[in-house]
Every structure is written in structure tokens, then in C-alpha cells.
């Protein structure tokens, strides 16, 4: 695991964008697994940036989310379906055929999930995938557990994670309980990951994560066992490390 700390937000920013930039231009038809929350949105700011003003080419690339709520439809404005469309895909010249999003209003989630690691290997897998962290280690929407999944699933939000993600809606209430997720071995399965963490809020996570000690109860811990692991961070994420 190779950890780079810079200064602030706006740095890690840049510097993740500048990663994801280079890989583009090495393999113009990478696959990679898109994260949404407050992390990355300076990430997608930055290679809208690139794009508008280097003429970074996203015609050929691919993109996936990594996870989405249950129950909410695409069009509602805090699906992750919309995050990403809004904050990047309408930005860049991504083709609508090559981008894959989880329904998470899908009548059938076993099979949704299914289907979804299908057009993944139907990619030829993910070249990288992109992750925040949750203040409890949670990748994707891998939550704390005695036993994860390996492939992409259904699951139970953490009350932790709930909380987080109020600031996002009304109220709590509005939090939908379940989502749809990538599981661990599809994260796994990257050739590179590439986590990025910003501000105090992630101290312990990050401080937890650099103890080195692997545990489904931390699931980030598992970026361990990866070959190709590159954690961005800013000063504030990086102080108790
Ligand atoms: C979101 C996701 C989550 C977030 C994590 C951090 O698609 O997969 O794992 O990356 O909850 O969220 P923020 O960046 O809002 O702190």
C-alpha cells in the first residue's frame, strides 16, 4: 500500500485527478469503479478541468458505480445514479453506452447484482476502482461485519452510515436503509485501487487502516491483500499516522 499525504482538499484533489488523467492516457479504454459522496467531488472537478482544457479524451472510457441506495429511482436527486451524471458524466465526453449504474429500484436486486458483475467481466474487469472511506472503514457500501461478501450484493446501511449521510438529506428518515454494492473481491479484482481521504473526520479510519491489522470488521483493512493500492490523503486525514 503506497500512501501519498499532501497539503489540503484542493491538492489531494489535483493530484488524484492527475492519476486518473494518466491512466486515460496510457488506456484510453479504461474500466474503472466511480465513487460518490464529498470525497471525490474535487476529484470529477479537476478532470472536467482536464478534460475542458487538455482535451482529456473519455470516449472510450468506461465507467461504474460502486454502489447506490435501494429503493431510490435514478431520477430522484440523491440517487447515485444522479450524483455521478450531474457531477461528472454530463460533463465529459463519456458515451452513454459506456457507463453502468446499479438500479436500485430494480425488481429483482439478486439478479441486478448478478447481471451487473456480468457486464463487469463482460469489461474485461476494472481496471481501477476509486474509493472514499467510511469514518467505520466501509468501502463501497461494505459495512463492519463478522463475514463479507465477496461480489456485489445487497446490504444494510450501518446506523453509522446513516447518520453520515443525513447531511445529504432532509432528515435521518430520508436515509434509505439499504443499498446495492460492490463487494469486496470485485473491489479486489482491480488491477489498482486508488483511495482518496480528506480532513479530521478520517483520522481514525486512516489511523486504523495504517495499523496494518486485517479484519471484515474494518473493511478497508482488506486493501491490504491488494498488490496495487494507492492512498491519496490530505494533512488532516493523515494526523494520527
Ligand atoms: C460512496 C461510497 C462510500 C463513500 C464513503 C465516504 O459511493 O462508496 O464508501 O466513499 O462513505 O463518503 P464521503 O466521501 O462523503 O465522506
Redo the contacts with the bound molecule.
Sequence with gaps: MRVEIVKDYGKLSRKAARFVAGLVEINPQVAMGL??????LGLYEELVDIHQEDDLDFSYVKIFD??EYVGLSRDHSRS?YNYLQENFVKKVNLKSRNTYFLDGKAPDKKEECKKYEEKILKAGGLDLVI????RNG????NEPAEELLARTHQVELASQ?IE?NARFFESEDEVPQEALTMGIGTILNADQVLLIANGNSKAPAIERLFSGKISTKFPASLLHTHPAVTVMIDQEAAERI
Design positions: 465513487p460518490t459522496g464529498s470525497t471525490p460502486l454502489d447515485y474509493l472514499g472511506i467510511g466501509h468501502i463501497g457500501f452510515t453520515a
